[in-house]
């Protein structure tokens, strides 16, 4: 460094070396500070406080992989949706109480098992990964619109009703034909129809050609009430749509309010049905039979729904009791061998069973933990606009006592960054002066 250049560096040196106090990034622009958020930013790692150990793996059977049309791009975890019911969930892994049996080996991708009445879950493999739901989805039109429908109410069939695709499940709706809203249930519980699926969603939704999309709007509302943060319906009937995504967890919230519903258990354990001859249309009467096998051949059954498609796979939602105790089973991305969705179900049902009460690693949250949870966050929104309006205070102006900011310094930086400018200046008639000198005397 030259001679003429130390006055300038010295006084750097000295504005730099004025304390300033600091002030915590989290308070004062509501992030999280980069000491705490950047090394999973940067190095692709968790947290130690928000990661657990190694996800653990899930018990599966040895089965050829299937061939399969790739899964859709889910949307990335949230750390807090994945801990929603307790923070042993937040697993992509296996999660079930310290010291019990070991779950069976069963296909499918994700999976949970909890009671219905106390809420609390018994295990589960990636309880909160997201996962297509298939028409498992129907239970959350049914939680929506079922207490809100007649069950006598006529509806007419309309062209939108069989805008369905090609070679999906219909229970055998016809154009104009009129049907009870009670059997368009069954229609939709036993036989899995898409068809019923439209009617249903489009008459809740005030039976105009929005009809459907303002139910699945509800649903999405509902969802989000109940805690199923993984949950977002684009169809009513489970119909793949871009976008559309669920959970084991979420769909054991959606199960809770569908199995609480009188109604719904009726429709659900129902083993057949007769859908209506429709003489204007020159259409016969028929009967179908619910697809659900476990109310056939697993005792205490209550009723659930089956679902599949191409994308999605196998999903299963099953619920049964055994001496006075009722849980659900919830499962998605499942394959049909070596055991039918039903089948895994039935088997998943069996161990929890088998677990002496109270055994959980979580719980299902209700509507209330859910309304109590928001208001927190809302509340914790507002504070820091609070805060902000106290230090704009004058009494928040004033430098605390102890602050290493001190008047003094303050007014110290102040003189010298107007120095500086004067500085400058005389560094500049010194290096002009010497250049002078230095070329008169070459030419002497």
């Known amino acids: 460094m030259t001679s003429a250049l130390r006055p300038f560096a010295a006084l750097t040196a000295g504005l730099l070396a004025v304390p ?25 790692r968790v947290p130690v406080s928000a990661a657990a150990a190694a996800p653990v793996a899930c018990p599966k059977p040895r089965v050829a992989a299937p061939s399969r049309p790739p899964a859709p791009t889910p949307p990335a975890d949230v750390a807090a949706d994945m801990a929603v019911g307790g923070e042993a969930l937040a697993t992509r892994g296996l999660t079930v109480p310290a010291g019990v049996p070991a779950p069976p080996a069963v296909t499918a991708t994700t999976w949970l098992v909890a009671d219905l009445d106390t809420g609390e879950v018994l295990g589960g493999c990636g309880p909160h990964v997201h996962q297509t739901p298939a028409s498992v989805q129907k239970m959350l039109l049914a939680a929506t619109a079922m207490d809100q429908l007649d069950p006598a109410e006529k509806v007419t069939a309309t062209d939108g009703d069989l805008d369905i695709e090609v070679n999906s499940s219909a229970v055998g709706l016809v154009v104009g034909g009129t049907y009870p809203v009670s059997t368009l249930w069954l229609g939709l519980l036993l036989n899995s129809g898409n068809d019923a699926a439209n009617a249903l969603a489009r008459t809740a939704g005030g039976g105009g050609t929005d009809g459907v999309a303002k139910t699945v ?5 509902l ?39 009188a109604d719904f258990r009726k429709y659900a354990l129902t083993k057949t049905a007769t859908m209506p001859a429709q003489r204007k249309q020159k259409a016969g009467g028929f009967q179908f039979q619910n697809e659900n096998k476990l109310i056939f051949n697993y005792p205490g059954a209550l009723g659930g729904k089956t679902g599949f498609t191409t994308l999605a796979r196998h999903s299963y939602v099953g619920g049964a009791e055994r001496d006075g105790r009722r849980l659900v089973v919830t499962l998605l991305g499942a394959e049909a061998r070596p055991k039918r969705g039903w089948q895994q179900g039935a088997a998943l049902l069996d161990w929890g069973f088998s677990l002496p009460e109270g055994s959980s690693v979580g719980n299902l949250v209700t509507p209330e933990e859910v309304a109590a949870q928001q208001r927190a966050e809302q509340q914790a929104e507002a504070a820091p606009t609070e805060g902000t309006r106290v230090e704009q205070s004058p009494q928040a102006a004033r430098p605390a006592s102890g602050s290493p900011v001190s008047v003094a ?36």
């Open 20 to 44: 300033v106090a600091a002030v915590p990034a989290a308070a004062a622009t509501g992030r999280v500070p980069v000491s705490a958020a950047s090394t999973a930013a940067t190095s692709g």
């Open 223 to 261: 969802a989000a009430s109940l805690g199923a943060r993984q949950t977002h319906a684009v169809t009513p009937s489970g119909l793949d749509g871009k976008g559309q995504f669920t959970s084991a967890y979420d769909m054991a919230l959606i199960a809770r309010v569908c199995f609480a519903s």
């Open 409 to 444: 310094a303050a007014a110290s930086i102040a003189i010298s960054l107007a120095a500086i400018p004067l500085l400058l200046l005389v560094l500049q008639r010194r290096r002009r002066r010497a250049h002078r000198d230095a070329t008169a005397a070459a030419d002497q």
């Open 217 to 221: 709007g509800a649903m999405n509302a």
